[in-house]
């Protein structure tokens, strides 16, 4: 890629990400804490509407706030009017109070409300899920994973609010998230090809795809009737794309879950990205 290249690049970041809104719900979690407001304060053009709970101001330092481009959202109209207008919903930190309460439809303060409201408008809702992972190194370090069976019910939780459209990623993939949403890359690689795949690496994660020879190679002739997929990209995402296909069409930049790369490689798809 030539310098000229990389400046409309660049350029074409700035302006997707100029003037849009993101609803933030922040409970009282404390898992990668610094990693997550790091990421979403490195998002300049971005403008954050926060609803956040009295434990989370008790836990999170106002220094991470601070260095963000916020408004705080303290009352239910101003939140309901963020919701329906802001480009999408935005969960980074999860305690297991709030995510068993929005499993069970429990509102009994501003944030459940909320995510209760996106819910039912359908909006696009996407959450990190460290705070209240049980399988997360943190929690496991900090003993809090020892019981299978309670374990076992807050990812069954974490199942229901699936079900009802919420999408849930790793700390680690917040800014591919975020930017993959519209419609660019968190950073800009060329693909290296090594015989007949290319492994693309992101968060120690290897994914098959095509062969391609270098980055201009790697858009895919598509045709029309191929539906391309972007944004952040579940399970059912792919099982609805793929069909009876073994193509799947990927927009760059888009992030795939951990289940759906899963679903990827159990069943031999080819990815294409686009």
């Known amino acids: ?29 404390a898992v990668n804490l610094k990693g997550i407001f790091d990421t979403l304060a490195s998002m300049k053009m971005l403008q954050y509407d926060i609803v956040i709970t009295e434990a989370a101001k008790k836990v999170i330092p106002e220094q991470y706030i601070s260095n963000l481009n916020y408004k705080i959202i303290d009352c ?47 909006k696009e809702i996407i959450a990190v899920r460290d705070s209240f992972d049980p399988q997360n190194d943190k929690n496991i370090s900090l003993g809090f994973s020892k019981n299978q069976a309670y374990n076992k019910l ?87 794309a793929a069909r009876n296909s073994k193509e799947i069409y990927i927009k760059q930049g888009s992030l795939i879950t951990p289940m759906a790369k899963d679903y990827i490689y159990n069943n031999k798809l080819v990815v294409k990205y686009c």
């Open 1 to 29: 890629m030539d310098i000229e290249d990389l400046l409309k690049t660049i350029v074409t970041q700035l302006v997707a990400m100029m003037n849009k809104r993101v609803v933030i719900f922040i409970s009282g979690g």
């Open 76 to 122: 239910k109209v101003e939140m309901t009017k963020a919701i329906r207008e802001d480009e999408f919903i935005l969960v980074p930190v999860m305690t297991r109070n709030t995510l068993a309460k929005c499993a069970t439809g429990l509102q009994d303060n501003l944030i459940t409300v909320g995510i209760a409201e996106a819910l039912m408008m359908n």
């Open 154 to 240: 807050i990812l069954g939780y974490e199942d229901s609010l699936t079900n009802f459209g919420m999408k849930f990623i790793n700390a680690c993939e917040l800014k591919q998230a975020i930017t993959g949403k519209f419609g660019i890359g968190s950073n800009i690689n060329q693909s290296v090809s090594i015989g007949q795949t290319v492994v693309k690496q992101e968060n120690n994660i290897k994914e098959p795809v095509e062969e391609v020879k270098n980055f201009n190679a790697s858009v895919s002739n598509v045709t029309e009737s191929k539906k391309i997929l972007s944004g952040v990209l579940t399970t059912e995402d792919l099982m609805t």
